[in-house]
């Protein structure tokens, strides 16, 4: 029974005879009467409209002489409403004949509650219905009438096309509070002109202006007050978008930009009276934004994030005792719910509800949550609404906010039948600490990162200033502020710019605080930033990279390391962003297979891929070489790999792809005209020389590949597929296949650059040559250029039989003798052009490769010995790499051991410093002094080749 005190009866004395003087015809009895005059001392929103409306509300409020209040039907709001509506032909009126409705309903509605003589759910009902009555028929009154102004929306079919509203939030769930807002987006089935005899409109034009109308009709405050404050902050782009959008640009703003909180709000959102066929293709819409396919946990970190930033408002706002947004609070309960809802709703449809009750009873029902701890939570959680809907009817406004002021404590103690305020307080502290509890369990504590972080978070903050910026730096111990702020700012402003999705946007806030405590703990950090964001901002709209980094700190460790140590590993990284998987177990980062095992390593990244797939196949070609070739970096910058080892994987990396590619290559032609005679995927008649680099097993990071293809079939005849075609066909296709192969360039970039110049007659010759065809032309038509390249030729490809082949003509070609001056001058003669050509001109740099003394020098020394004394020592025919072959010239007595050893230390030194400026992104251009290592160079050069001059340089 409702018990006012002494003191709310006292205060609320004045609206008692204020109501008095204006319903002296009252019918009610004395009990009725004395009830009404203690809901007056609780509820001054009752007390105001029965003043307003003592006719409409007081008359029909009780059950005949009864104290049982008088309720509408649920289901019949809608034909008031419509009925109230039908006569009237201004705004102005629907207007006061909407509030008029509205307040005595809620009146109504509030006595019931407040004398428990309706369920919580009964009244949630109610609440829902009146929203979706005065939606639905205001929008039909207003629609009749602007149909009559601007003729009528009409698909191709000639159908009307209605105004969709969709309704969010509690109203999208039933589940509306007493004094809720109602969160709406208005959409429109398609693009076109309205058809009539007014003023024909734009569709986009046409229901903009009915939703103006719409909302002015339910949220325009009068002198009547308000129907239902209308909230349109939920739509796409939020308060900047606009007001109403076709279906198609709301589909693809929720594919493409749609936010961790829009997610949340989708689970409950619903058409208002729409036809099924709208409520169908709306939910075919939107569900795959809401529900993932997968077991999606990233739900969790959105709605932590969530909660955090709502905590951290309430705070700023000073909020406190709030039992909606507090801890423990409404939200959380929902939260819990939608948490579930989000992860594994996408493959459990039972939990695709607006309902809260419906969700938690199939959690139960999944074992997701345990009985007994569901039925608590919705206890306490009815709990909470029962006093958040008293907290509003004390004066129909719209607050969770549990009273400070003695008034408002009494009034809701009398309501609640609590003795004192404190009692009601222990009992509200306990339920929401259950609550809290709860919520913890499901999405966790603030993690110490968020701890660690939150001075560097601010940082990422909209709206903070230079200044402020710049003090929480030198704060941090950074020695240039202004260096490392600036590209702060910068990318904060570019990120806002580009979507990449709710998930992203909530992962990259979480992860540039970690990243900038990275940066600003290292010697540079200006430098390392710049590198870590040319990563970041290549991978800033692909979520789940984001999303690792944010999360696993090995990952984020292991990228600062290799990004400080090479500019080049994070040109690779931003290219490549696929790369970032293999930070995620440093251990494996820094396993290399044998260079014996690539080959296999290789065919487990393709073993999945069906042979059919060629475009994935060439994605997953690239992504291996390029992933393999990071290991290979991070083994070298960390000393695990020395410098000869690492050209070694480099090359064997090579070799293993060219084998696959060739195999890929066969694959798909031979399927398309079948294969030569006698040959087979195992044996393909097919051989691939390596020439310079790869020939000499001194492959580079970033080295290109020059090849020559050779075959031994018999070009006689055609293949034996059903489009038969010649086999010299067939091979001039099963080489052009392979260049594609390594060229095209996909999403993952291309395989190998390829050059295929060192064949015989150059671009002038064929793309294959036959065996016979390759020994002829060396032997006869070779230049000296193309011998000296021989020497650092070798089979890569091909059955061994057609290997030891080539090797045989290469060793015959290479032995034979050769007339000493005419070999020393074509040789000189050459090395003058090429460094004529390449050599870079700066006087303060040595080009490692070009300059006098380089590499190319100790290149051009090898060759010499080999075609100046191969046919007198074959032995010299066995290597293609420059330092056994410069061992075995010494062994030989071709070279002194002094000059020898000068060559190889060079040699190696050149090639360490090559690798570590190719990591640095760098030109072969050294600055430290080299002079000693080239003037041993020049010293052999001169006794080999005559004389060369050179001024050394005077770098340090």
């Given at each position: 029974?409702?018990?006012?005190?002494?003191?709310?009866?006292?205060?609320?004395?004045?609206?008692?005879?204020?109501?008095?003087?204006?319903?002296?015809?009252?019918?009610?009895?004395?009990?009725?009467?004395?009830?009404?005059?203690?809901?007056?001392?609780?509820?001054?929103?009752?007390?105001?409209?029965?003043?307003?409306?003592?006719?409409?509300?007081?008359?029909?409020?009780?059950?005949?002489?009864?104290?049982?209040?008088?309720?509408?039907?649920?289901?019949?709001?809608?034909?008031?409403?419509?009925?109230?509506?039908?006569?009237?032909?201004?705004?102005?009126?629907?207007?006061?004949?909407?509030?008029?409705?509205?307040?005595?309903?809620?009146?109504?509605?509030?006595?019931?509650?407040?004398?428990?003589?309706?369920?919580?759910?009964?009244?949630?009902?109610?609440?829902?219905?009146?929203?979706?009555?005065?939606?639905?028929?205001?929008?039909?009154?207003?629609?009749?009438?602007?149909?009559?102004?601007?003729?009528?929306?009409?698909?191709?079919?000639?159908?009307?096309?209605?105004?969709?509203?969709?309704?969010?939030?509690?109203?999208?769930?039933?589940?509306?509070?007493?004094?809720?807002?109602?969160?709406?987006?208005?959409?429109?089935?398609?693009?076109?002109?309205?058809?009539?005899?007014?003023?024909?409109?734009?569709?986009?034009?046409?229901?903009?202006?009915?939703?103006?109308?719409?909302?002015?009709?339910?949220?325009?405050?009068?002198?009547?007050?308000?129907?239902?404050?209308?909230?349109?902050?939920?739509?796409?782009?939020?308060?900047?978008?606009?007001?109403?959008?076709?279906?198609?640009?709301?589909?693809?703003?929720?594919?493409?930009?749609?936010?961790?909180?829009?997610?949340?709000?989708?689970?409950?959102?619903?058409?208002?009276?729409?036809?099924?066929?709208?409520?169908?293709?709306?939910?075919?819409?939107?569900?795959?934004?809401?529900?993932?396919?997968?077991?999606?946990?990233?739900?969790?970190?959105?709605?932590?994030?969530?909660?955090?930033?709502?905590?951290?408002?309430?705070?700023?706002?000073?909020?406190?005792?709030?039992?909606?947004?507090?801890?423990?609070?409404?939200?959380?309960?929902?939260?819990?719910?939608?948490?579930?809802?989000?992860?594994?709703?996408?493959?459990?449809?039972?939990?695709?509800?607006?309902?809260v009750y419906k969700a938690m009873n199939e959690l139960t029902e999944l074992d997701l949550i345990g009985q007994k701890q569901a039925s608590q939570l919705l206890d306490d959680y009815e709990y909470l609404r029962v006093i958040e809907h008293r907290l509003q009817q004390i004066d129909d406004q719209q607050t969770q906010q549990l009273p400070s002021d003695e008034l408002g404590r009494a009034r809701l103690c009398a309501m609640l039948d609590e003795p004192n305020w404190q009692e009601l307080q222990?009992?509200?502290?306990?339920?929401?600490?259950?609550?809290?509890?709860?919520?913890?369990?499901?999405?966790?504590?603030?993690?110490?990162?968020?701890?660690?972080?939150?001075?560097?978070?601010?940082?990422?903050?909209?709206?903070?200033?230079?200044?402020?910026?710049?003090?929480?730096?030198?704060?941090?111990?950074?020695?240039?502020?202004?260096?490392?702020?600036?590209?702060?700012?910068?990318?904060?402003?570019?990120?806002?710019?580009?979507?990449?999705?709710?998930?992203?946007?909530?992962?990259?806030?979480?992860?540039?605080?970690?990243?900038?405590?990275?940066?600003?703990?290292?010697?540079?950090?200006?430098?390392?930033?710049?590198?870590?964001?040319?990563?970041?901002?290549?991978?800033?709209?692909?979520?789940?990279?984001?999303?690792?980094?944010?999360?696993?700190?090995?990952?984020?460790?292991?990228?600062?390391?290799?990004?400080?140590?090479?500019?080049?590993?994070?040109?690779?990284?931003?290219?490549?962003?696929?790369?970032?998987?293999?930070?995620?177990?440093?251990?494996?980062?820094?396993?290399?297979?044998?260079?014996?095992?690539?080959?296999?390593?290789?065919?487990?990244?393709?073993?999945?891929?069906?042979?059919?797939?060629?475009?994935?196949?060439?994605?997953?070609?690239?992504?291996?070489?390029?992933?393999?070739?990071?290991?290979?970096?991070?083994?070298?910058?960390?000393?695990?790999?020395?410098?000869?080892?690492?050209?070694?994987?480099?090359?064997?990396?090579?070799?293993?792809?060219?084998?696959?590619?060739?195999?890929?290559?066969?694959?798909?032609?031979?399927?398309?005209?079948?294969?030569?005679?006698?040959?087979?995927?195992?044996?393909?008649?097919?051989?691939?020389?390596?020439?310079?680099?790869?020939?000499?097993?001194?492959?580079?990071?970033?080295?290109?590949?020059?090849?020559?293809?050779?075959?031994?079939?018999?070009?006689?005849?055609?293949?034996?597929?059903?489009?038969?075609?010649?086999?010299?066909?067939?091979?001039?296709?099963?080489?052009?296949?392979?260049?594609?192969?390594?060229?095209?360039?996909?999403?993952?970039?291309?395989?190998?650059?390829?050059?295929?110049?060192?064949?015989?007659?150059?671009?002038?010759?064929?793309?294959?040559?036959?065996?016979?065809?390759?020994?002829?032309?060396?032997?006869?038509?070779?230049?000296?250029?193309?011998?000296?390249?021989?020497?650092?030729?070798?089979?890569?490809?091909?059955?061994?039989?057609?290997?030891?082949?080539?090797?045989?003509?290469?060793?015959?070609?290479?032995?034979?003798?050769?007339?000493?001056?005419?070999?020393?001058?074509?040789?000189?003669?050459?090395?003058?052009?090429?460094?004529?050509?390449?050599?870079?001109?700066?006087?303060?740099?040595?080009?490692?490769?070009?300059?006098?003394?380089?590499?190319?020098?100790?290149?051009?020394?090898?060759?010499?010995?080999?075609?100046?004394?191969?046919?007198?020592?074959?032995?010299?025919?066995?290597?293609?790499?420059?330092?056994?072959?410069?061992?075995?010239?010494?062994?030989?007595?071709?070279?002194?051991?002094?000059?020898?050893?000068?060559?190889?230390?060079?040699?190696?030194?050149?090639?360490?410093?090559?690798?570590?400026?190719?990591?640095?992104?760098?030109?072969?251009?050294?600055?430290?002094?080299?002079?000693?290592?080239?003037?041993?160079?020049?010293?052999?050069?001169?006794?080999?080749?005559?004389?060369?001059?050179?001024?050394?340089?005077?770098?340090?």
């Amino acid at each position: 029974m409702l018990t006012p005190g002494k003191e709310l009866l006292k205060e609320s004395e004045a609206a008692w005879q204020r109501y008095q003087d204006v319903a002296s015809g009252s019918l009610l009895n004395n009990e009725q009467q004395q009830l009404l005059r203690s809901l007056f001392a609780v509820s001054p929103f009752i007390g105001r409209v029965a003043e307003s409306y003592p006719e409409q509300l007081v008359t029909e409020l009780f059950v005949a002489s009864k104290t049982a209040i008088q309720l509408p039907d649920v289901s019949g709001y809608e034909a008031h409403i419509a009925e109230a509506l039908e006569p009237l032909n201004s705004e102005e009126d629907a207007k006061k004949c909407l509030r008029q409705l509205r307040h005595c309903w809620m009146a109504k509605l509030a006595t019931a509650d407040i004398l428990q003589q309706l369920s919580l759910k009964e009244s949630l009902a109610h609440y829902s219905a009146i929203a979706d009555a005065a939606i639905s028929e205001s929008l039909s009154w207003l629609f009749d009438r602007y149909i009559n102004r601007h003729g009528k929306p009409l698909d191709a079919g000639g159908n009307l096309l209605p105004l969709l509203i969709i309704g969010m939030g509690k109203l999208g769930g039933r589940e509306l509070n007493f004094s809720s807002d109602i969160d709406l987006i208005f959409a429109f089935p398609e693009q076109g002109e309205t058809q009539g005899p007014g003023r024909n409109l734009e569709h986009g034009v046409f229901y903009k202006r009915l939703a103006q109308s719409l909302i002015g009709l339910l949220d325009e405050t009068t002198a009547d007050g308000q129907v239902f404050r209308v909230d349109m902050r939920l739509r796409p782009f939020g308060q900047s978008g606009p007001l109403v959008t076709s279906v198609n640009a709301l589909e693809h703003y929720y594919q493409e930009q749609g936010r961790d909180w829009e997610r949340y709000a989708m689970v409950k959102a619903r058409m208002i009276g729409a036809d099924e066929q709208y409520q169908q293709a709306f939910q075919q819409l939107i569900r795959p934004f809401v529900y993932r396919r997968y077991i999606d946990f990233g739900a969790i970190e959105a709605l932590r994030k969530m909660k955090l930033l709502i905590t951290q408002e309430t705070r700023r706002q000073g909020v406190k005792n709030n039992i909606k947004l507090g801890a423990g609070g409404i939200r959380e309960v929902e939260f819990i719910v939608q948490a579930h809802q989000l992860i594994r709703g996408g493959q459990e449809k039972s939990l695709q509800t607006r309902s809260v009750y419906k969700a938690m009873n199939e959690l139960t029902e999944l074992d997701l949550i345990g009985q007994k701890q569901a039925s608590q939570l919705l206890d306490d959680y009815e709990y909470l609404r029962v006093i958040e809907h008293r907290l509003q009817q004390i004066d129909d406004q719209q607050t969770q906010q549990l009273p400070s002021d003695e008034l408002g404590r009494a009034r809701l103690c009398a309501m609640l039948d609590e003795p004192n305020w404190q009692e009601l307080q222990d009992k509200i502290d306990q339920c929401m600490a259950r609550i809290h509890s709860e919520f913890r369990q499901v999405v966790g504590a603030e993690s110490e990162d968020d701890e660690d972080e939150q001075s560097l978070q601010v940082l990422w903050q909209d709206m903070l200033d230079d200044d402020a910026a710049i003090e929480i730096l030198e704060s941090e111990g950074v020695n240039e502020p202004q260096a490392l702020w600036t590209p702060i700012k910068n990318f904060r402003q570019e990120s806002r710019r580009r979507s990449s999705g709710p998930r992203g946007r909530a992962a990259l806030a979480r992860l540039m605080p970690m990243m900038l405590r990275h940066a600003i703990q290292h010697q540079h950090p200006e430098r390392l930033l710049e590198r870590l964001l040319s990563i970041i901002k290549a991978v800033m709209s692909r979520t789940a990279y984001i999303e690792l980094l944010a999360e696993n700190p090995g990952a984020r460790e292991q990228l600062c390391k290799l990004c400080m140590a090479s500019p080049w590993i994070s040109e690779q990284l931003a290219l490549h962003p696929i790369l970032l998987d293999e930070l995620i177990d440093p251990q494996q980062l820094y396993s290399l297979p044998e260079s014996k095992d690539y080959a296999s390593v290789l065919r487990e990244y393709l073993l999945r891929i069906p042979e059919q797939d060629l475009e994935t196949q060439m994605d997953a070609l690239r992504q291996a070489k390029q992933a393999l070739q990071l290991k290979i970096a991070a083994a070298d910058i960390s000393g695990v790999l020395e410098l000869m080892n690492v050209s070694d994987h480099l090359s064997a990396l090579a070799e293993a792809i060219i084998a696959e590619v060739v195999g890929l290559a066969w694959h798909h032609l031979t399927q398309k005209h079948g294969k030569p005679e006698g040959t087979s995927v195992d044996n393909t008649g097919f051989a691939v020389l390596g020439y310079g680099k790869l020939g000499g097993q001194e492959l580079g990071y970033g080295s290109d590949l020059d090849l020559v293809f050779v075959t031994d079939a018999n070009y006689q005849g055609q293949t034996d597929g059903q489009r038969p075609i010649e086999v010299q066909q067939f091979y001039l296709r099963l080489a052009q296949r392979i260049l594609h192969l390594f060229t095209t360039r996909t999403v993952a970039g291309i395989l190998y650059d390829v050059d295929l110049r060192l064949r015989p007659s150059g671009q002038a010759g064929l793309l294959v040559t036959q065996v016979s065809s390759f020994a002829r032309y060396l032997r006869d038509d070779a230049w000296t250029w193309e011998l000296q390249a021989l020497v650092r030729a070798r089979p890569v490809f091909g059955v061994p039989a057609l290997r030891e082949t080539i090797m045989d003509i290469r060793r015959s070609i290479l032995s034979q003798p050769r007339n000493e001056q005419e070999l020393r001058k074509s040789i000189v003669e050459m090395r003058e052009k090429m460094r004529e050509h390449l050599a870079q001109r700066n006087s303060s740099m040595f080009d490692l490769k070009q300059d006098a003394g380089g590499i190319a020098d100790i290149e051009f020394i090898t060759q010499y010995i080999v075609l100046r004394h191969a046919h007198n020592h074959p032995e010299l025919c066995q290597y293609s790499d420059n330092v056994r072959l410069l061992t075995e010239a010494q062994q030989l007595h071709l070279l002194s051991e002094v000059n020898a050893q000068n060559l190889i230390n060079a040699f190696q030194i050149f090639r360490c410093e090559s690798h570590a400026l190719a990591l640095q992104g760098e030109q072969l251009l050294e600055k430290h002094n080299l002079d000693t290592e080239r003037q041993a160079v020049i010293r052999c050069w001169n006794k080999l080749l005559g004389d060369t001059e050179i001024e050394p340089t005077d770098n340090n």
